[in-house]
């Protein structure tokens, strides 16, 4: 199974079209729905994870969407490391349960491979120096801010 964390941020004339629907009967997509503020005639943001038998189908169904008119865009490329914060302490390798977050071995320092990330921001929650942050935006912000 492939699995990813998406924003999604829909045009307001878009705001009460069954897009989800058709991810699930077109596309053979599950979804798990984290986030959303979506009011009819307004613009929305969604976070939702996607789910499908293959990178492909859910290649397909972002396609999908973009032809619509949402804008997509990897939540785990909104999530960074402050290496200058990180003490290596590896709190975060516990949570990450992609394995984007790893203790690299004899030098015992802390990798994060954003390629692996889904994005769940497990270990922003978690780090004790506030080393991983999440972005809304052209904003960095520590996870308290985004995950209440």
């Known amino acids: 199974m492939f699995t990813q964390i998406y924003l999604l941020r829909f ?13 699930v009967k ?9 986030k959303a ?16 038998s293959s990178k ?3 290649g397909a169904g972002l ?14 490329a909104r999530i960074r490391r402050d290496d ?4 290596q302490c590896g709190a975060c390798t ?3 349960s992609a394995a984007a977050l790893s203790i690299r071995r004899p030098e015992m320092s802390v990798s994060f491979d954003v390629e692996k990330c889904t994005g ?15 972005s809304l935006g052209d904003d960095w912000i520590l996870s308290e801010k985004l995950m209440v």
Do not use: H, W
């Open 120 to 134: 769940c921001g497990l270990c922003v929650s978690l780090c004790p120096v506030r080393a991983m942050e999440v």
């Open 11 to 23: 045009p307001k004339d878009t705001s009460d079209q069954p897009f989800v629907y058709r991810l």
């Open 37 to 52: 503020d979506i009011l009819l005639q307004r613009e929305g943001v969604m976070i939702i994870e996607l789910k499908g």
């Open 84 to 87: 200058e914060k990180c003490f």
């Open 63 to 76: 396609d999908f969407l973009r032809e619509k008119g949402i804008k997509v865009e990897r939540l785990a």
């Open 56 to 58: 492909n189908n859910v």
């Open 94 to 96: 516990a949570v990450c």
């Open 26 to 34: 077109e596309y053979d997509i599950e979804f798990n729905i984290l």
